[in-house]
Every structure is written in C-alpha cells, then in structure tokens.
C-alpha cells in the first residue's frame, strides 16, 4: 500500500460550520504534512507532525486545528473559516530518514 | 534564505518531441536533495525524480533525466517522447539534508499538444 488517502475529496461549508479533513496511510510513515494549496501555485506548508507531535507550525490561524490521533491518521479541523481559506488541501507522509513525500490527492474546499 | 526558481510559467511540447524545464536554487548547504513534481489536474502531487546534491551522476527515471550543475545551481528536467499524459503543473523542489522543509518552486505549467 503506497498511497495517501484523503476524504472528502470535495466539501462546501459555511462560514460558522464546523467540518474535518482527514489523512490516512499505512505504510509505516511517522512524519505527517497538511499544505494549503491556491490555484497554480506551489503548496504552503502548514503543519508537520512527526511521531504524532506537532513539530512545526508555520502560523496557521486558529480556526485550522490539526490533530494526529495515531501513527496512520491525520485530521484537519476546520471552524468559522472565511472565504480566502478555499483551496486544495493536501497531505503528505514520510518515513524518517527517507527523501521523498508521497502526497494524497487532496481535498478541494470552497468556503461560502 | 533558500531559494528555487522556475522561470518558466508556461510552456508547450508537441507530442512525441523533448522539452526542458528550467529550475535554478540557491543554498549556502552542501548537503541537499532536489526534486521535480508533477501535478496533474487530478491534483495528486506524484514524484517524478530526485537528485541527492552529492551525487554527481545525474539522476534518469525512464523517459525524465535532469541536468544537474550544482556549481550553477542548476537542476532542469528534461521529457524525452513527450506524451498526452504529460500535461501538468511541475514543480521544483528543495530540501536541505539537515531542514526536512519542502522549499517549492512557483511551478510551470506544460501543455502536450497532439
């Protein structure tokens, strides 16, 4: 199993709900990314965890709220976002030690 | 501060024909990795090819090799037989061995035309 699944893949809300991105993988990796990506542009790193503790934080507002519960899963929580966090969510995962990132195929959301 | 530059937003190949992409970086580390990206409009970020800084050979992944000049700061895909598929957003990308921080590229677009 090589991949990086995310759901939803597509998801509206409004400006005071209150949704979860999730990330899941099972191939063993113990660093894992959520980036925010706006239309052709790269993405932006937005947290790291790394053997589930939040290592970096690249000052993300408060209404993204990430939380890693194990080894193979990473939620993003979402509340009272506004219309400039529609983007492409995207997670990525990485074994210790090793180069590459392999990246799940996002979550396209549209904040109303 | 580290640095990657793609200074190609948009480009286009017929298919079957080569196209080269250019990337330039800039970094004060010796020890480093690059890679190219490729994001189709899947949006799934796929890895096309990686080059560690040490090694001077310079890395071939079937029909995508890169041109890689570390006294230049120099890291250029190049796609042989280009094909439909090809089509996407690529992206540079740079890591230094002891910072494990993805530092992007803004990206070329490359459209394959039949």
């Known amino acids: 199993d090589t991949e990086v699944t995310q759901t939803p893949k597509h998801l509206v809300m409004g400006m005071t709900n209150k949704k979860s991105l999730k990330c899941e993988q099972h191939?063993?990796?113990?660093?894992m990314y959520w980036y925010k990506q706006k239309a052709k542009k790269p993405p932006e790193l937005m947290f790291v965890y790394s053997y589930e503790k939040l290592s970096i934080n690249e000052s993300v507002p408060s209404r993204f709220s990430p939380e890693c519960p194990n080894s193979s899963l990473l939620n993003l929580h979402l509340h009272a976002l506004q219309p400039e966090d529609s983007a492409l969510y995207l997670c990525?995962?990485?074994?210790?030690?090793?180069?590459?990132?392999?990246f799940g195929q996002g979550t396209r959301l549209t904040v109303v | 501060a580290q640095t990657v530059t793609q200074s190609q937003p948009e480009m286009s190949v017929q298919e079957a024909e080569t196209v080269t992409l250019s990337c330039t970086y800039d970094?004060?580390?010796?020890?480093?990795?690059l890679f190219w990206y490729k994001q189709p409009p899947s949006r799934q970020m796929i890895l096309v090819i990686r080059q560690e800084a040490y090694k001077q050979q310079n890395a071939t992944e079937n029909r995508f090799s890169v041109n890689f000049q570390k006294a230049a700061k120099s890291f250029s895909l190049k796609i042989s037989d280009s094909q439909l598929g090809d089509a996407a957003m690529y992206f540079c990308?740079?890591?230094?061995?002891?910072?494990?921080?993805?530092?992007w590229g803004l990206g070329t677009s490359l459209a394959v035309n039949p």
């Open positions: 191939m063993g990796h113990r660093a």
């Open positions: 990525a995962s990485r074994y210790p030690g090793d180069t590459e990132a392999f």
């Open positions: 970094t004060s580390e010796s020890d480093y990795y």
């Open positions: 990308a740079y890591h230094a061995g002891n910072n494990r921080k993805l530092i």
